[in-house]
């Protein structure tokens, strides 16, 4: 099976749960919101799926790739966006790139046609020689999705990316995130607390206290209702 898929995964820290039989499934293309308050366990799923964490209790699939059976081959289908940034400051976008390029094997012509290729996709390529320090945060955010395109993968994780930029900034990231999962087909899992960065046709996995309340379509789950008033009511109701 393609996309993501995430069965039967618990995690724990000692006595504590953090997640608890957690099972979803993003396609091949998808958008998926893994929307949960803070402590819900969204980090430490994305650890899961990162391989910083392992755990016995349940199974991940990337692209069809098992992580616990084949990490290697699982990781190399993943670009990662974590929550905080891991830029080189002092670095210009393009060396920022083409150092992360070289992390995977990419040089020459290979390595610049895949540069030039995200930083077009990412509306970042007259920003090629500016420092990543001189960079906005919108911007910096913008590098770092770039950055972890370099590769190709399949599947890109992207944990809480829109934490403390401005609204602008907010709505072009994720326009540009959704454009990814719709135009150029990657299975996109998009951790937030926000609502608002939620369209009616994304898929939603509603994550609380370690446990998944729903998933699905989100105008399916609302009915119609804001996201908002369905995800507080949900939460509470499971406090």
């Known amino acids: 099976m393609t996309g993501l898929t995430v069965r039967n995964v618990s995690y724990a820290y000692g006595e504590k749960r953090a997640l608890d039989d957690v099972s979803f499934h993003v396609p091949q293309g998808a958008f998926c919101a893994l929307l949960g308050p803070n402590g819900a366990g969204k980090s430490t799923l994305f650890s899961l799926l990162t391989r910083l964490f392992t755990t016995r209790q349940g199974e991940i699939e990337i692209a069809g790739i098992d992580i616990a059976k084949h990490p290697r081959k699982a990781l190399a289908k993943i670009g990662v966006v974590f ?92 326009k540009h995130v959704h454009d990814l999962s719709s135009q150029d087909g990657l299975t996109v899992l998009w951790a937030t607390h926000l609502t608002d960065e939620i369209g009616p046709d994304d898929q939603v996995a509603i994550l609380h206290c370690g446990k998944l309340l729903d998933q699905g379509i989100c105008r399916d789950i609302t009915g119609g209702a804001p996201m908002q008033d369905t995800f507080l009511s949900m939460t509470r109701a499971a406090s």
Do not use: K, W
């Not at 090629?128 to 993968?153: S, W």
């Open 83 to 174: 929550q905080q940034p891991t830029l080189d400051l002092d670095l210009t976008v393009h060396r920022n790139l083409s150092y992360f390029a070289a992390l995977h094997g990419l040089s020459g012509r290979q390595a610049e046609g895949r540069i030039t290729a995200v930083l077009e996709r990412l509306d970042m390529a007259e920003r090629a020689t500016e420092r990543a320090r001189d960079l906005n945060g919108g911007h910096r955010r913008r590098l770092e999705i770039a950055r972890c395109l370099i590769h190709v993968p399949s599947v890109l994780l992207l944990d809480e990316p829109t934490v403390g930029l401005d609204a602008a900034s907010r709505h072009a990231i994720t």
